[in-house]
């Protein structure tokens, strides 16, 4: 069961992607407006929203920063190509099995594990699902800059991009590495290095 320090950690992660989206919105908004009393409220609104997010980051990174395994495992997971703070927040608050599971496993409560979908004799694809959403598109953001970054997984963008594979389904199978090599280094509690051969 999660501490009360890790559902306070969790509850503000949550916050702050609430605010994300809050201001995505009011962002949205101002570009279809016209009236300046509306666009000066909107711009207002953003600049509010942007404080308080910038208050409810400070309490997570306060929060984290007072449990000592927290600090080393985002040692770690900053160290991977992609993963920045605000990835390895989410995957702190909200994927506390990181490094206590199999890759199978890890992949799957990322939500970046295929499933066969299949109906009657209709041919059948293997398609993502489940998992936890929140975390599925943090990782899939850190694997958008690890495919442009990491030799590694640049290579392996490159090679699916080549054998005809769309572009969306090579970035998630970079997700699932990238999800699959932080699970490993997080296990084994050593920081990533460039000639790290994945396992686990």
Known sequence: LPSE??????????????????????????????DRLILRSHRASIKAL?????????????????????????????????????????????????GSTDRRAIASLAGLAPHPNQSGMAPGKNQIGGGRPCVRAAVYMAALSSARHDPQLRLAYKTMREEGKPAKV???????????????????????????????
């Open 170 to 200: 090579a970035l998630i199978a970079v997700a699932r590495k990238v999800i699959v090599l932080a699970n490993s280094l997080v296990k084994q509690g050593r920081k990533y290095n460039p000639d790290y051969v994945e396992g686990a």
């Open 5 to 34: 320090a890790q559902l306070a950690a969790k509850a503000l992660a949550a916050r702050r992607r609430q605010l994300v989206e809050m201001i995505a919105m009011e962002k949205t908004r101002l570009k279809q407006a016209n």
């Open 50 to 98: 942007g404080h308080e997010r910038e208050r409810i980051e400070e309490a997570l990174e306060n929060q984290l920063a007072l449990d000592p395994d927290n600090v080393r495992r985002r040692e770690i997971l900053v160290s991977i190509p992609g993963i920045g703070r605000q990835v390895a927040n989410v995957l702190l608050t909200d994927l506390p099995e990181l």
